[in-house]
């Protein structure tokens, strides 16, 4: 079965500062990898994603991930952290099928950021 | 595009009540997905479907719940009756495929 830990139920930075979510999944193939974030009473909203390709990922508002077979990871970086991206962070896992994907989501990282 | 549109956005019933969760997926897409979020549980996913088929309802909680998709545009997820413990944020989400899941705003539920 597959599944997701995100170890960091909450971080707090500095805003300027760099930022790194972790996130480990166990997947018997080649997972869909996922990150979204969500702010306070809305929807969750896709950051990036990756498949296959360039294990370095680069997505929306400067946030980018890397994907490292050998440790089973995905974690999710930014270089300066603005104030605007305290929001909470899931990353999921899924496999690549023909129709529908079911994803698996972590439990999320609560990101605080400090003015 | 409107994106996925979630009705209502907010939903405060009696235990015991018949509740009515709507969805309108993004036009063209053809998979989506019913999900539940709560403080002790997450972000579960109830049920899926593709092509307007059901393919995995093993989330569904129990009997009282059920969801159909009459139509590629129209998606309800009925609690019959609720309890409080149903109370959660309820999530729609559509795909193309096994694209991006892209999702509603959610409705918020109360059951009191």
């Known amino acids: 079965a597959q599944s997701v830990t995100q170890p960091d139920i909450h971080i707090t930075v500095s805003e300027g500062a760099s930022l790194e979510l972790r996130c480990n999944y166990s997947?018997?193939?080649?997972?869909?990898l996922f990150w979204y974030v969500q702010s306070p009473g809305q929807g969750l909203q896709l950051l990036l994603k990756?498949?296959?390709?360039?294990?370095l990922v680069q997505g929306i508002k400067g946030f980018e991930a890397e994907f490292k077979r050998s440790q089973s990871s995905f974690n999710l970086r930014k270089p300066s952290v603005h104030w605007s991206d305290a929001a909470e962070y899931f990353c999921?896992?899924?496999?690549?099928?023909?129709?529908?994907?079911?994803?698996?989501f972590g439990t999320g990282t609560q990101l605080k950021v400090e003015l | 595009d409107a994106g996925v549109i979630q009705s209502p956005r907010h939903e405060v019933t009696e235990m015991g009540q018949e509740v009515t969760l709507r969805c309108k997926p993004i036009?063209?897409?053809?998979?989506l997905f019913w999900y539940r979020q709560t403080m002790m549980r997450g972000l579960e996913l109830l049920i899926y479907f593709n092509n307007n088929v059901p393919i995995d309802d093993s989330g569904m909680p129990e009997d009282r719940f059920s969801a159909k998709m009459p139509n590629a545009s129209f998606s309800t997820l009925k609690i019959q009756p609720s309890e409080p413990r149903d109370s959660a944020v309820y999530f729609c989400a559509s795909s193309l495929g096994s694209d991006t899941q892209y999702f509603g705003p959610g409705t918020r539920l109360t059951v009191l």
């Open positions: 990756y498949f296959s390709g360039d294990t």
């Open positions: 997947y018997g193939a080649t997972p869909y």
């Open positions: 036009s063209g897409h053809n998979s």
């Open positions: 999921a896992v899924g496999p690549f099928t023909g129709g529908g994907n079911k994803l698996t």
